[in-house]
T-cell receptor
Framework: ETGVTQSPTHLIKTRGQQVTLRCSSQ?????VSWYQQALGQGPQFIFQ???????GRGNFPPRFSGLQFPNYSSELNVNALELDDSALYLC?????????FGPGTRLLVL | AQSVTQPDIHITVSEGASLELRCNYS??????LFWYVQSPGQGLQLLLK??????LVQGIKGFEAEFKRSQSSFNLRKPSVHWSDAAEYFC???????????????FGKGTKLSVKP
């Protein structure tokens, strides 16, 4: 157990809808990173937040956005959902170089 | 370009046999290297990491990995596999988050390990 929690565990949405995924960091960690893991693939970096500011972004469109709160928990928002957004979304918290992952939210877009 | 290659998509070994999972990376700066394991439907669990120093690192569950800079490799090994080791294994590379990079991880596509009784 890493102490990183994510909610919800599963979610079903339809194309065009919006979704918000949540992540609670491990105690003491000030950095949260989000990854998308499509079926049969390795995780791909979406973005990272450090002390409430975006600290890097991968190759994802602007309809993927995020927030980090003063308690270092975080949200991932995806607008205008597409079928290809179906994936496992992982968040990871860190204080230094090592990232500790939560169990993920599995999103299915129909 | 920064990348991680795990050449073996699926490996099957007998319980008690030794295991080596291969990982090659391409990274412009000094790499930080990680191995994670993922059970079906679960998140990623850190097995071990290499930042600097001794090139042979020990991890949890009896795993070890060796960093070979000349070969750009970071292979994972275990001398005797247990049935509970069946899972998917991911190699990842990241940069020094305090050295100018953003500290995000680049993952390979994973190697699925099956264990025969």
């Amino acid at each position: 157990e890493t102490g990183v929690t994510q909610s919800p565990t599963h979610l079903i949405k339809t194309r065009g809808q919006q979704v918000t995924l949540r992540c609670s960091s491990q105690s003491g960690h000030n950095t949260v990173s989000w990854y998308q893991q499509a079926l049969g693939q390795g995780p791909q970096f979406i973005f990272q937040y450090y002390r409430e500011e975006e600290n890097g972004r991968g190759n994802f469109p602007p309809r993927f956005s995020g927030l980090q709160f003063p308690n270092y928990s975080s949200e991932l928002n995806v607008n205008a959902l597409e079928l290809d957004d179906s994936a496992l979304y992982l968040c990871a918290s860190s204080l230094f170089e090592t990232q500790y992952f939560g169990p993920g939210t599995r999103l299915l877009v129909l | 370009a920064q990348s991680v290659t795990q050449p073996d998509i699926h490996i099957t070994v007998s319980e008690g046999a030794s295991l080596e999972l291969r990982c090659n990376y391409s990274y412009g700066a000094t790499p930080y290297l990680f191995w994670y394991v993922q059970s079906p439907g679960q998140g990623l669990q850190l097995l071990l990491k290499y930042f600097s120093g001794d090139t042979l690192v020990q991890g949890i569950k009896g795993f070890e990995a060796e960093f070979k800079r000349s070969q750009s490799s970071f292979n994972l090994r275990k001398p005797s596999v247990h049935w509970s080791d069946a899972a998917e294994y991911f190699c990842a590379v990241g940069g020094d988050p305090y050295g100018g990079s953003q500290g995000n991880l680049i993952f390979g596509k994973g190697t699925k390990l099956s264990v025969k009784p």
